[in-house]
């Protein structure tokens, strides 16, 4: 099975600021990985695919890169609305994985 | 507009069964497969099943393998998750995925699963 290591598992961020988290998959996963983020009582919301296709209406502060083993997903200039948890998700191979999960908070 | 909405959570006791199910509206059902993934309560993520555009193909975590059952009726444009032998660690918000290329581009709003004696 495929493990998804994420960092940082916390992240204190300002607004303005431009943050990178980092996914590692435990094999390659060739660019078989999607990025979520995540508020409080609400579902997932799907911001990349491929490791680096925007999803259709999420703003292009956010961005993704990488491929075989280790992947990021920037934000430019984070944004109130952008404090959240953020998810990498493997579909590389069953079963599917997710990270463990980055808090982005306010500093 | 696209909608996924969950029913069939609630209350069960160790051992107990409970059926999830998932409407789907809103676009052509029978072009996309489709996804369960829970979340424990101040957890992460964690991927169930994914069941194919047929039906015929379906996968499963291995923790809920010979317990859980992933089917669709296309007819009604449902999916479903048969959830038997429950345990404590089952308990979480079951939420329903439509399956892009393995990415869930659109989630219901998930139904909450609580096993408990």
């Known amino acids: 099975d495929i493990q998804l290591t994420q960092s940082p598992s916390f992240l204190s961020a300002s607004v303005g600021d431009r943050v990178t988290i980092t996914c590692r998959a435990s094999?390659?996963?060739?660019?078989?990985l999607a990025w979520y983020q995540q508020k409080p009582g609400k579902a997932p919301k799907l911001l990349i695919y491929?490791?680096?296709t925007l999803q259709s209406g999420v703003p292009s502060r956010f961005s993704g890169s990488g491929s075989g083993t280790e992947f990021t997903l920037t934000i430019s200039s984070l944004q109130p609305e952008d404090f959240a948890t953020y998810y990498c998700?493997?579909?590389?191979?069953?079963?599917?994985?997710f990270g463990q999960g980055t808090k982005v908070e306010i500093k | 507009e696209l909608q996924l909405v969950e029913s069939g959570g609630g209350l069960v006791q160790p051992g107990g069964s409970l059926r999830l199910s998932c409407a789907a509206s809103?676009?052509?059902?029978?072009?996309?497969?489709m996804t369960w993934v829970r979340q424990a309560p101040g957890k992460g993520l964690e991927w169930v099943a994914t069941?194919?555009?047929?039906?015929?193909?379906?996968y499963y975590l291995d923790s809920v393998k010979g317990r859980f059952t992933v089917s669709r009726d296309n007819s009604k444009n449902s999916l479903y998750l048969q959830m038997s032998s429950l345990r404590a660690e089952d308990s979480a918000v079951y939420y329903c995925?439509?399956?892009?290329?393995?990415?869930?581009?659109?989630w219901g709003q998930g139904t909450l699963v609580t096993v408990s004696s």
């Open positions: 995925g439509r399956d892009r290329y393995g990415s869930c581009d659109y």
């Open positions: 809103g676009f052509t059902f029978t072009r996309n497969s």
């Open positions: 069941v194919n555009q047929d039906g015929s193909n379906k």
């Open positions: 094999q390659g996963i060739s660019s078989y």
């Open positions: 491929a490791a680096s």
């Open positions: 998700q493997q579909y590389n191979s069953y079963p599917r994985s």
